[in-house]
């Protein structure tokens, strides 16, 4: 199945659902990362989530998710846009637990005690920045608490990846369904239990049901439509040029030095793994550069 996203929207306009297949994507950041299975079950939850997260955006608009906790991974960064391209990285990547009821352990990898940073590009002066609490470190939990305590929006988060036995991501997917008023409780109170009977978002996906299945199966007999699908891919924005400006700001006496003590310096993104070349000669020149800049 191809990695796409589906945006829907219930008659009445009080339901926003959304479902996504990412298994290539992150199998992509997985091979990229080199992660370990519990690692890259994490990154990829979050990967999705970032996925969900962005089409709520604007074209041109882009968001971070910043996971930090106080476990083995440290630090997961995920990075997406409206038109669907999403990057990301775990800090620690080679991070693997026992399973905890049978599951991979995820929160026990990232923590259950730290912060989620979510930061937006709405093209505005300033960014916006939220920061909340982690309630659990399973992604999609603290995601939710998120959307709840800082966007006062009441959503549904479920992400999964499946890991084989041999590393090998082979299925990953995601729903966020969010209300908005006017809401009728009875009507509520049958889609949170349709929620709760669901199966594992994993089990879905394996079992062949695509995001459109998904957003059936919650929906029930509420009439809604399908507004919009689009294909969801790993894209890392790096460049050289991007990399340039980054080590401008080390400032001309940092620069210099390492230009001295190498003759070439190799910067490598956290996100993709491309690798960037400086020589010597190469970082005097951005010296000068920084030196005529300030």
């Avoid at 990301?88 to 991070?95: E, F, L, Q, T």
Wanted: charged letters at 25%; proline letters at 5%.
């Amino acid at each position: 199945m191809p990695d796409y996203l589906v945006r829907s929207l219930t008659k009445d306009g009080s339901i926003r659902g959304l479902a996504v297949v990412t298994t290539n994507l992150v199998e992509e950041a997985r091979q990229r990362q080199d992660a370990w299975p519990t690692a890259a079950a994490a990154l990829g939850r979050a990967l999705t989530g970032a996925a969900l997260l962005g089409a709520g955006l604007k074209t041109g608009q882009r968001l971070a998710l910043k996971f930090e906790g106080d476990g083995p991974l440290k630090k997961i960064l995920v990075e997406a846009d409206s038109n669907g391209a999403v990057r990301g990285y775990v800090a620690r990547p080679r991070v693997h637990l026992p399973p905890r009821n049978g599951k991979l352990d995820v929160a026990g990898a990232l923590g259950r005690t730290g912060v989620l940073t979510v930061s937006k590009d709405l093209r505005l002066k300033e960014p916006y920045t939220g920061i909340v609490q982690l309630v659990s470190g399973e992604i999609a939990e603290d995601l939710a608490f998120y959307l709840v305590e800082s966007e006062q929006v009441p959503s549904a988060v479920a992400l999964g990846v499946y890991v084989e036995t041999d590393g090998r991501v082979s299925a990953a997917g995601g729903f966020l369904i969010q209300t908005l008023p006017p809401m009728q409780e009875e009507v509520l109170e049958q889609l949170i239990g349709r929620i709760r009977g669901l199966p594992p978002v994993t089990d879905l996906l394996r079992g062949g049901r695509s995001p459109e299945d998904i957003l059936a199966t919650i929906y029930g007999q509420l009439p809604y439509r399908i507004l919009e699908k689009y294909a969801v891919a790993w894209q890392c924005s790096c460049s050289r040029e991007r990399v340039e400006r980054a080590l401008l700001t080390l400032g001309p006496a940092e620069l210099q030095e390492m230009a001295r003590q190498e003759e070439a310096t190799t910067v490598t993104c956290e996100f993709c793994g491309q690798e960037y070349l400086f020589t010597s000669a190469e970082l005097d020149r951005l010296a000068g550069e920084t030196s005529t800049y300030q």
